[in-house]
């Protein structure tokens, strides 16, 4: 049951990820109001790290940006170490 909710968790957190990745890529290019990188640093802390990873090559959406460079594949790495700590992989 555990398994479940936490699977849940982590797949609608990085479908949000994604999303406001893509979000904010589209207002960059049409020059409206961004989402902070904080708040974007957040949500990958919190568990979408893996989805703005992937969704920001896709895009290629700060791939330049040396926070989101080293910060992106730590949250990932922490939350695969997390996760094999905590027995559910």
Do not use: C, W
């Amino acid at each position: 049951m555990e398994a479940l909710i936490l699977f849940g968790y982590l797949l609608v957190i990085n479908i949000i990820a994604a999303t406001l990745f893509i979000g904010d890529k589209q207002a960059a290019r049409a020059k409206k109001r961004r989402i902070s990188e904080k708040n974007l640093l957040t949500i990958a802390f919190l568990g979408g790290a893996l989805g703005m990873l992937i969704t920001g090559q896709v895009i290629r959406h700060k791939t330049k940006k040396p926070v989101f460079k080293l910060l992106l594949p730590v949250f990932v790495l922490a939350h695969a170490t997390l996760l094999i700590y905590l027995g559910f992989i």
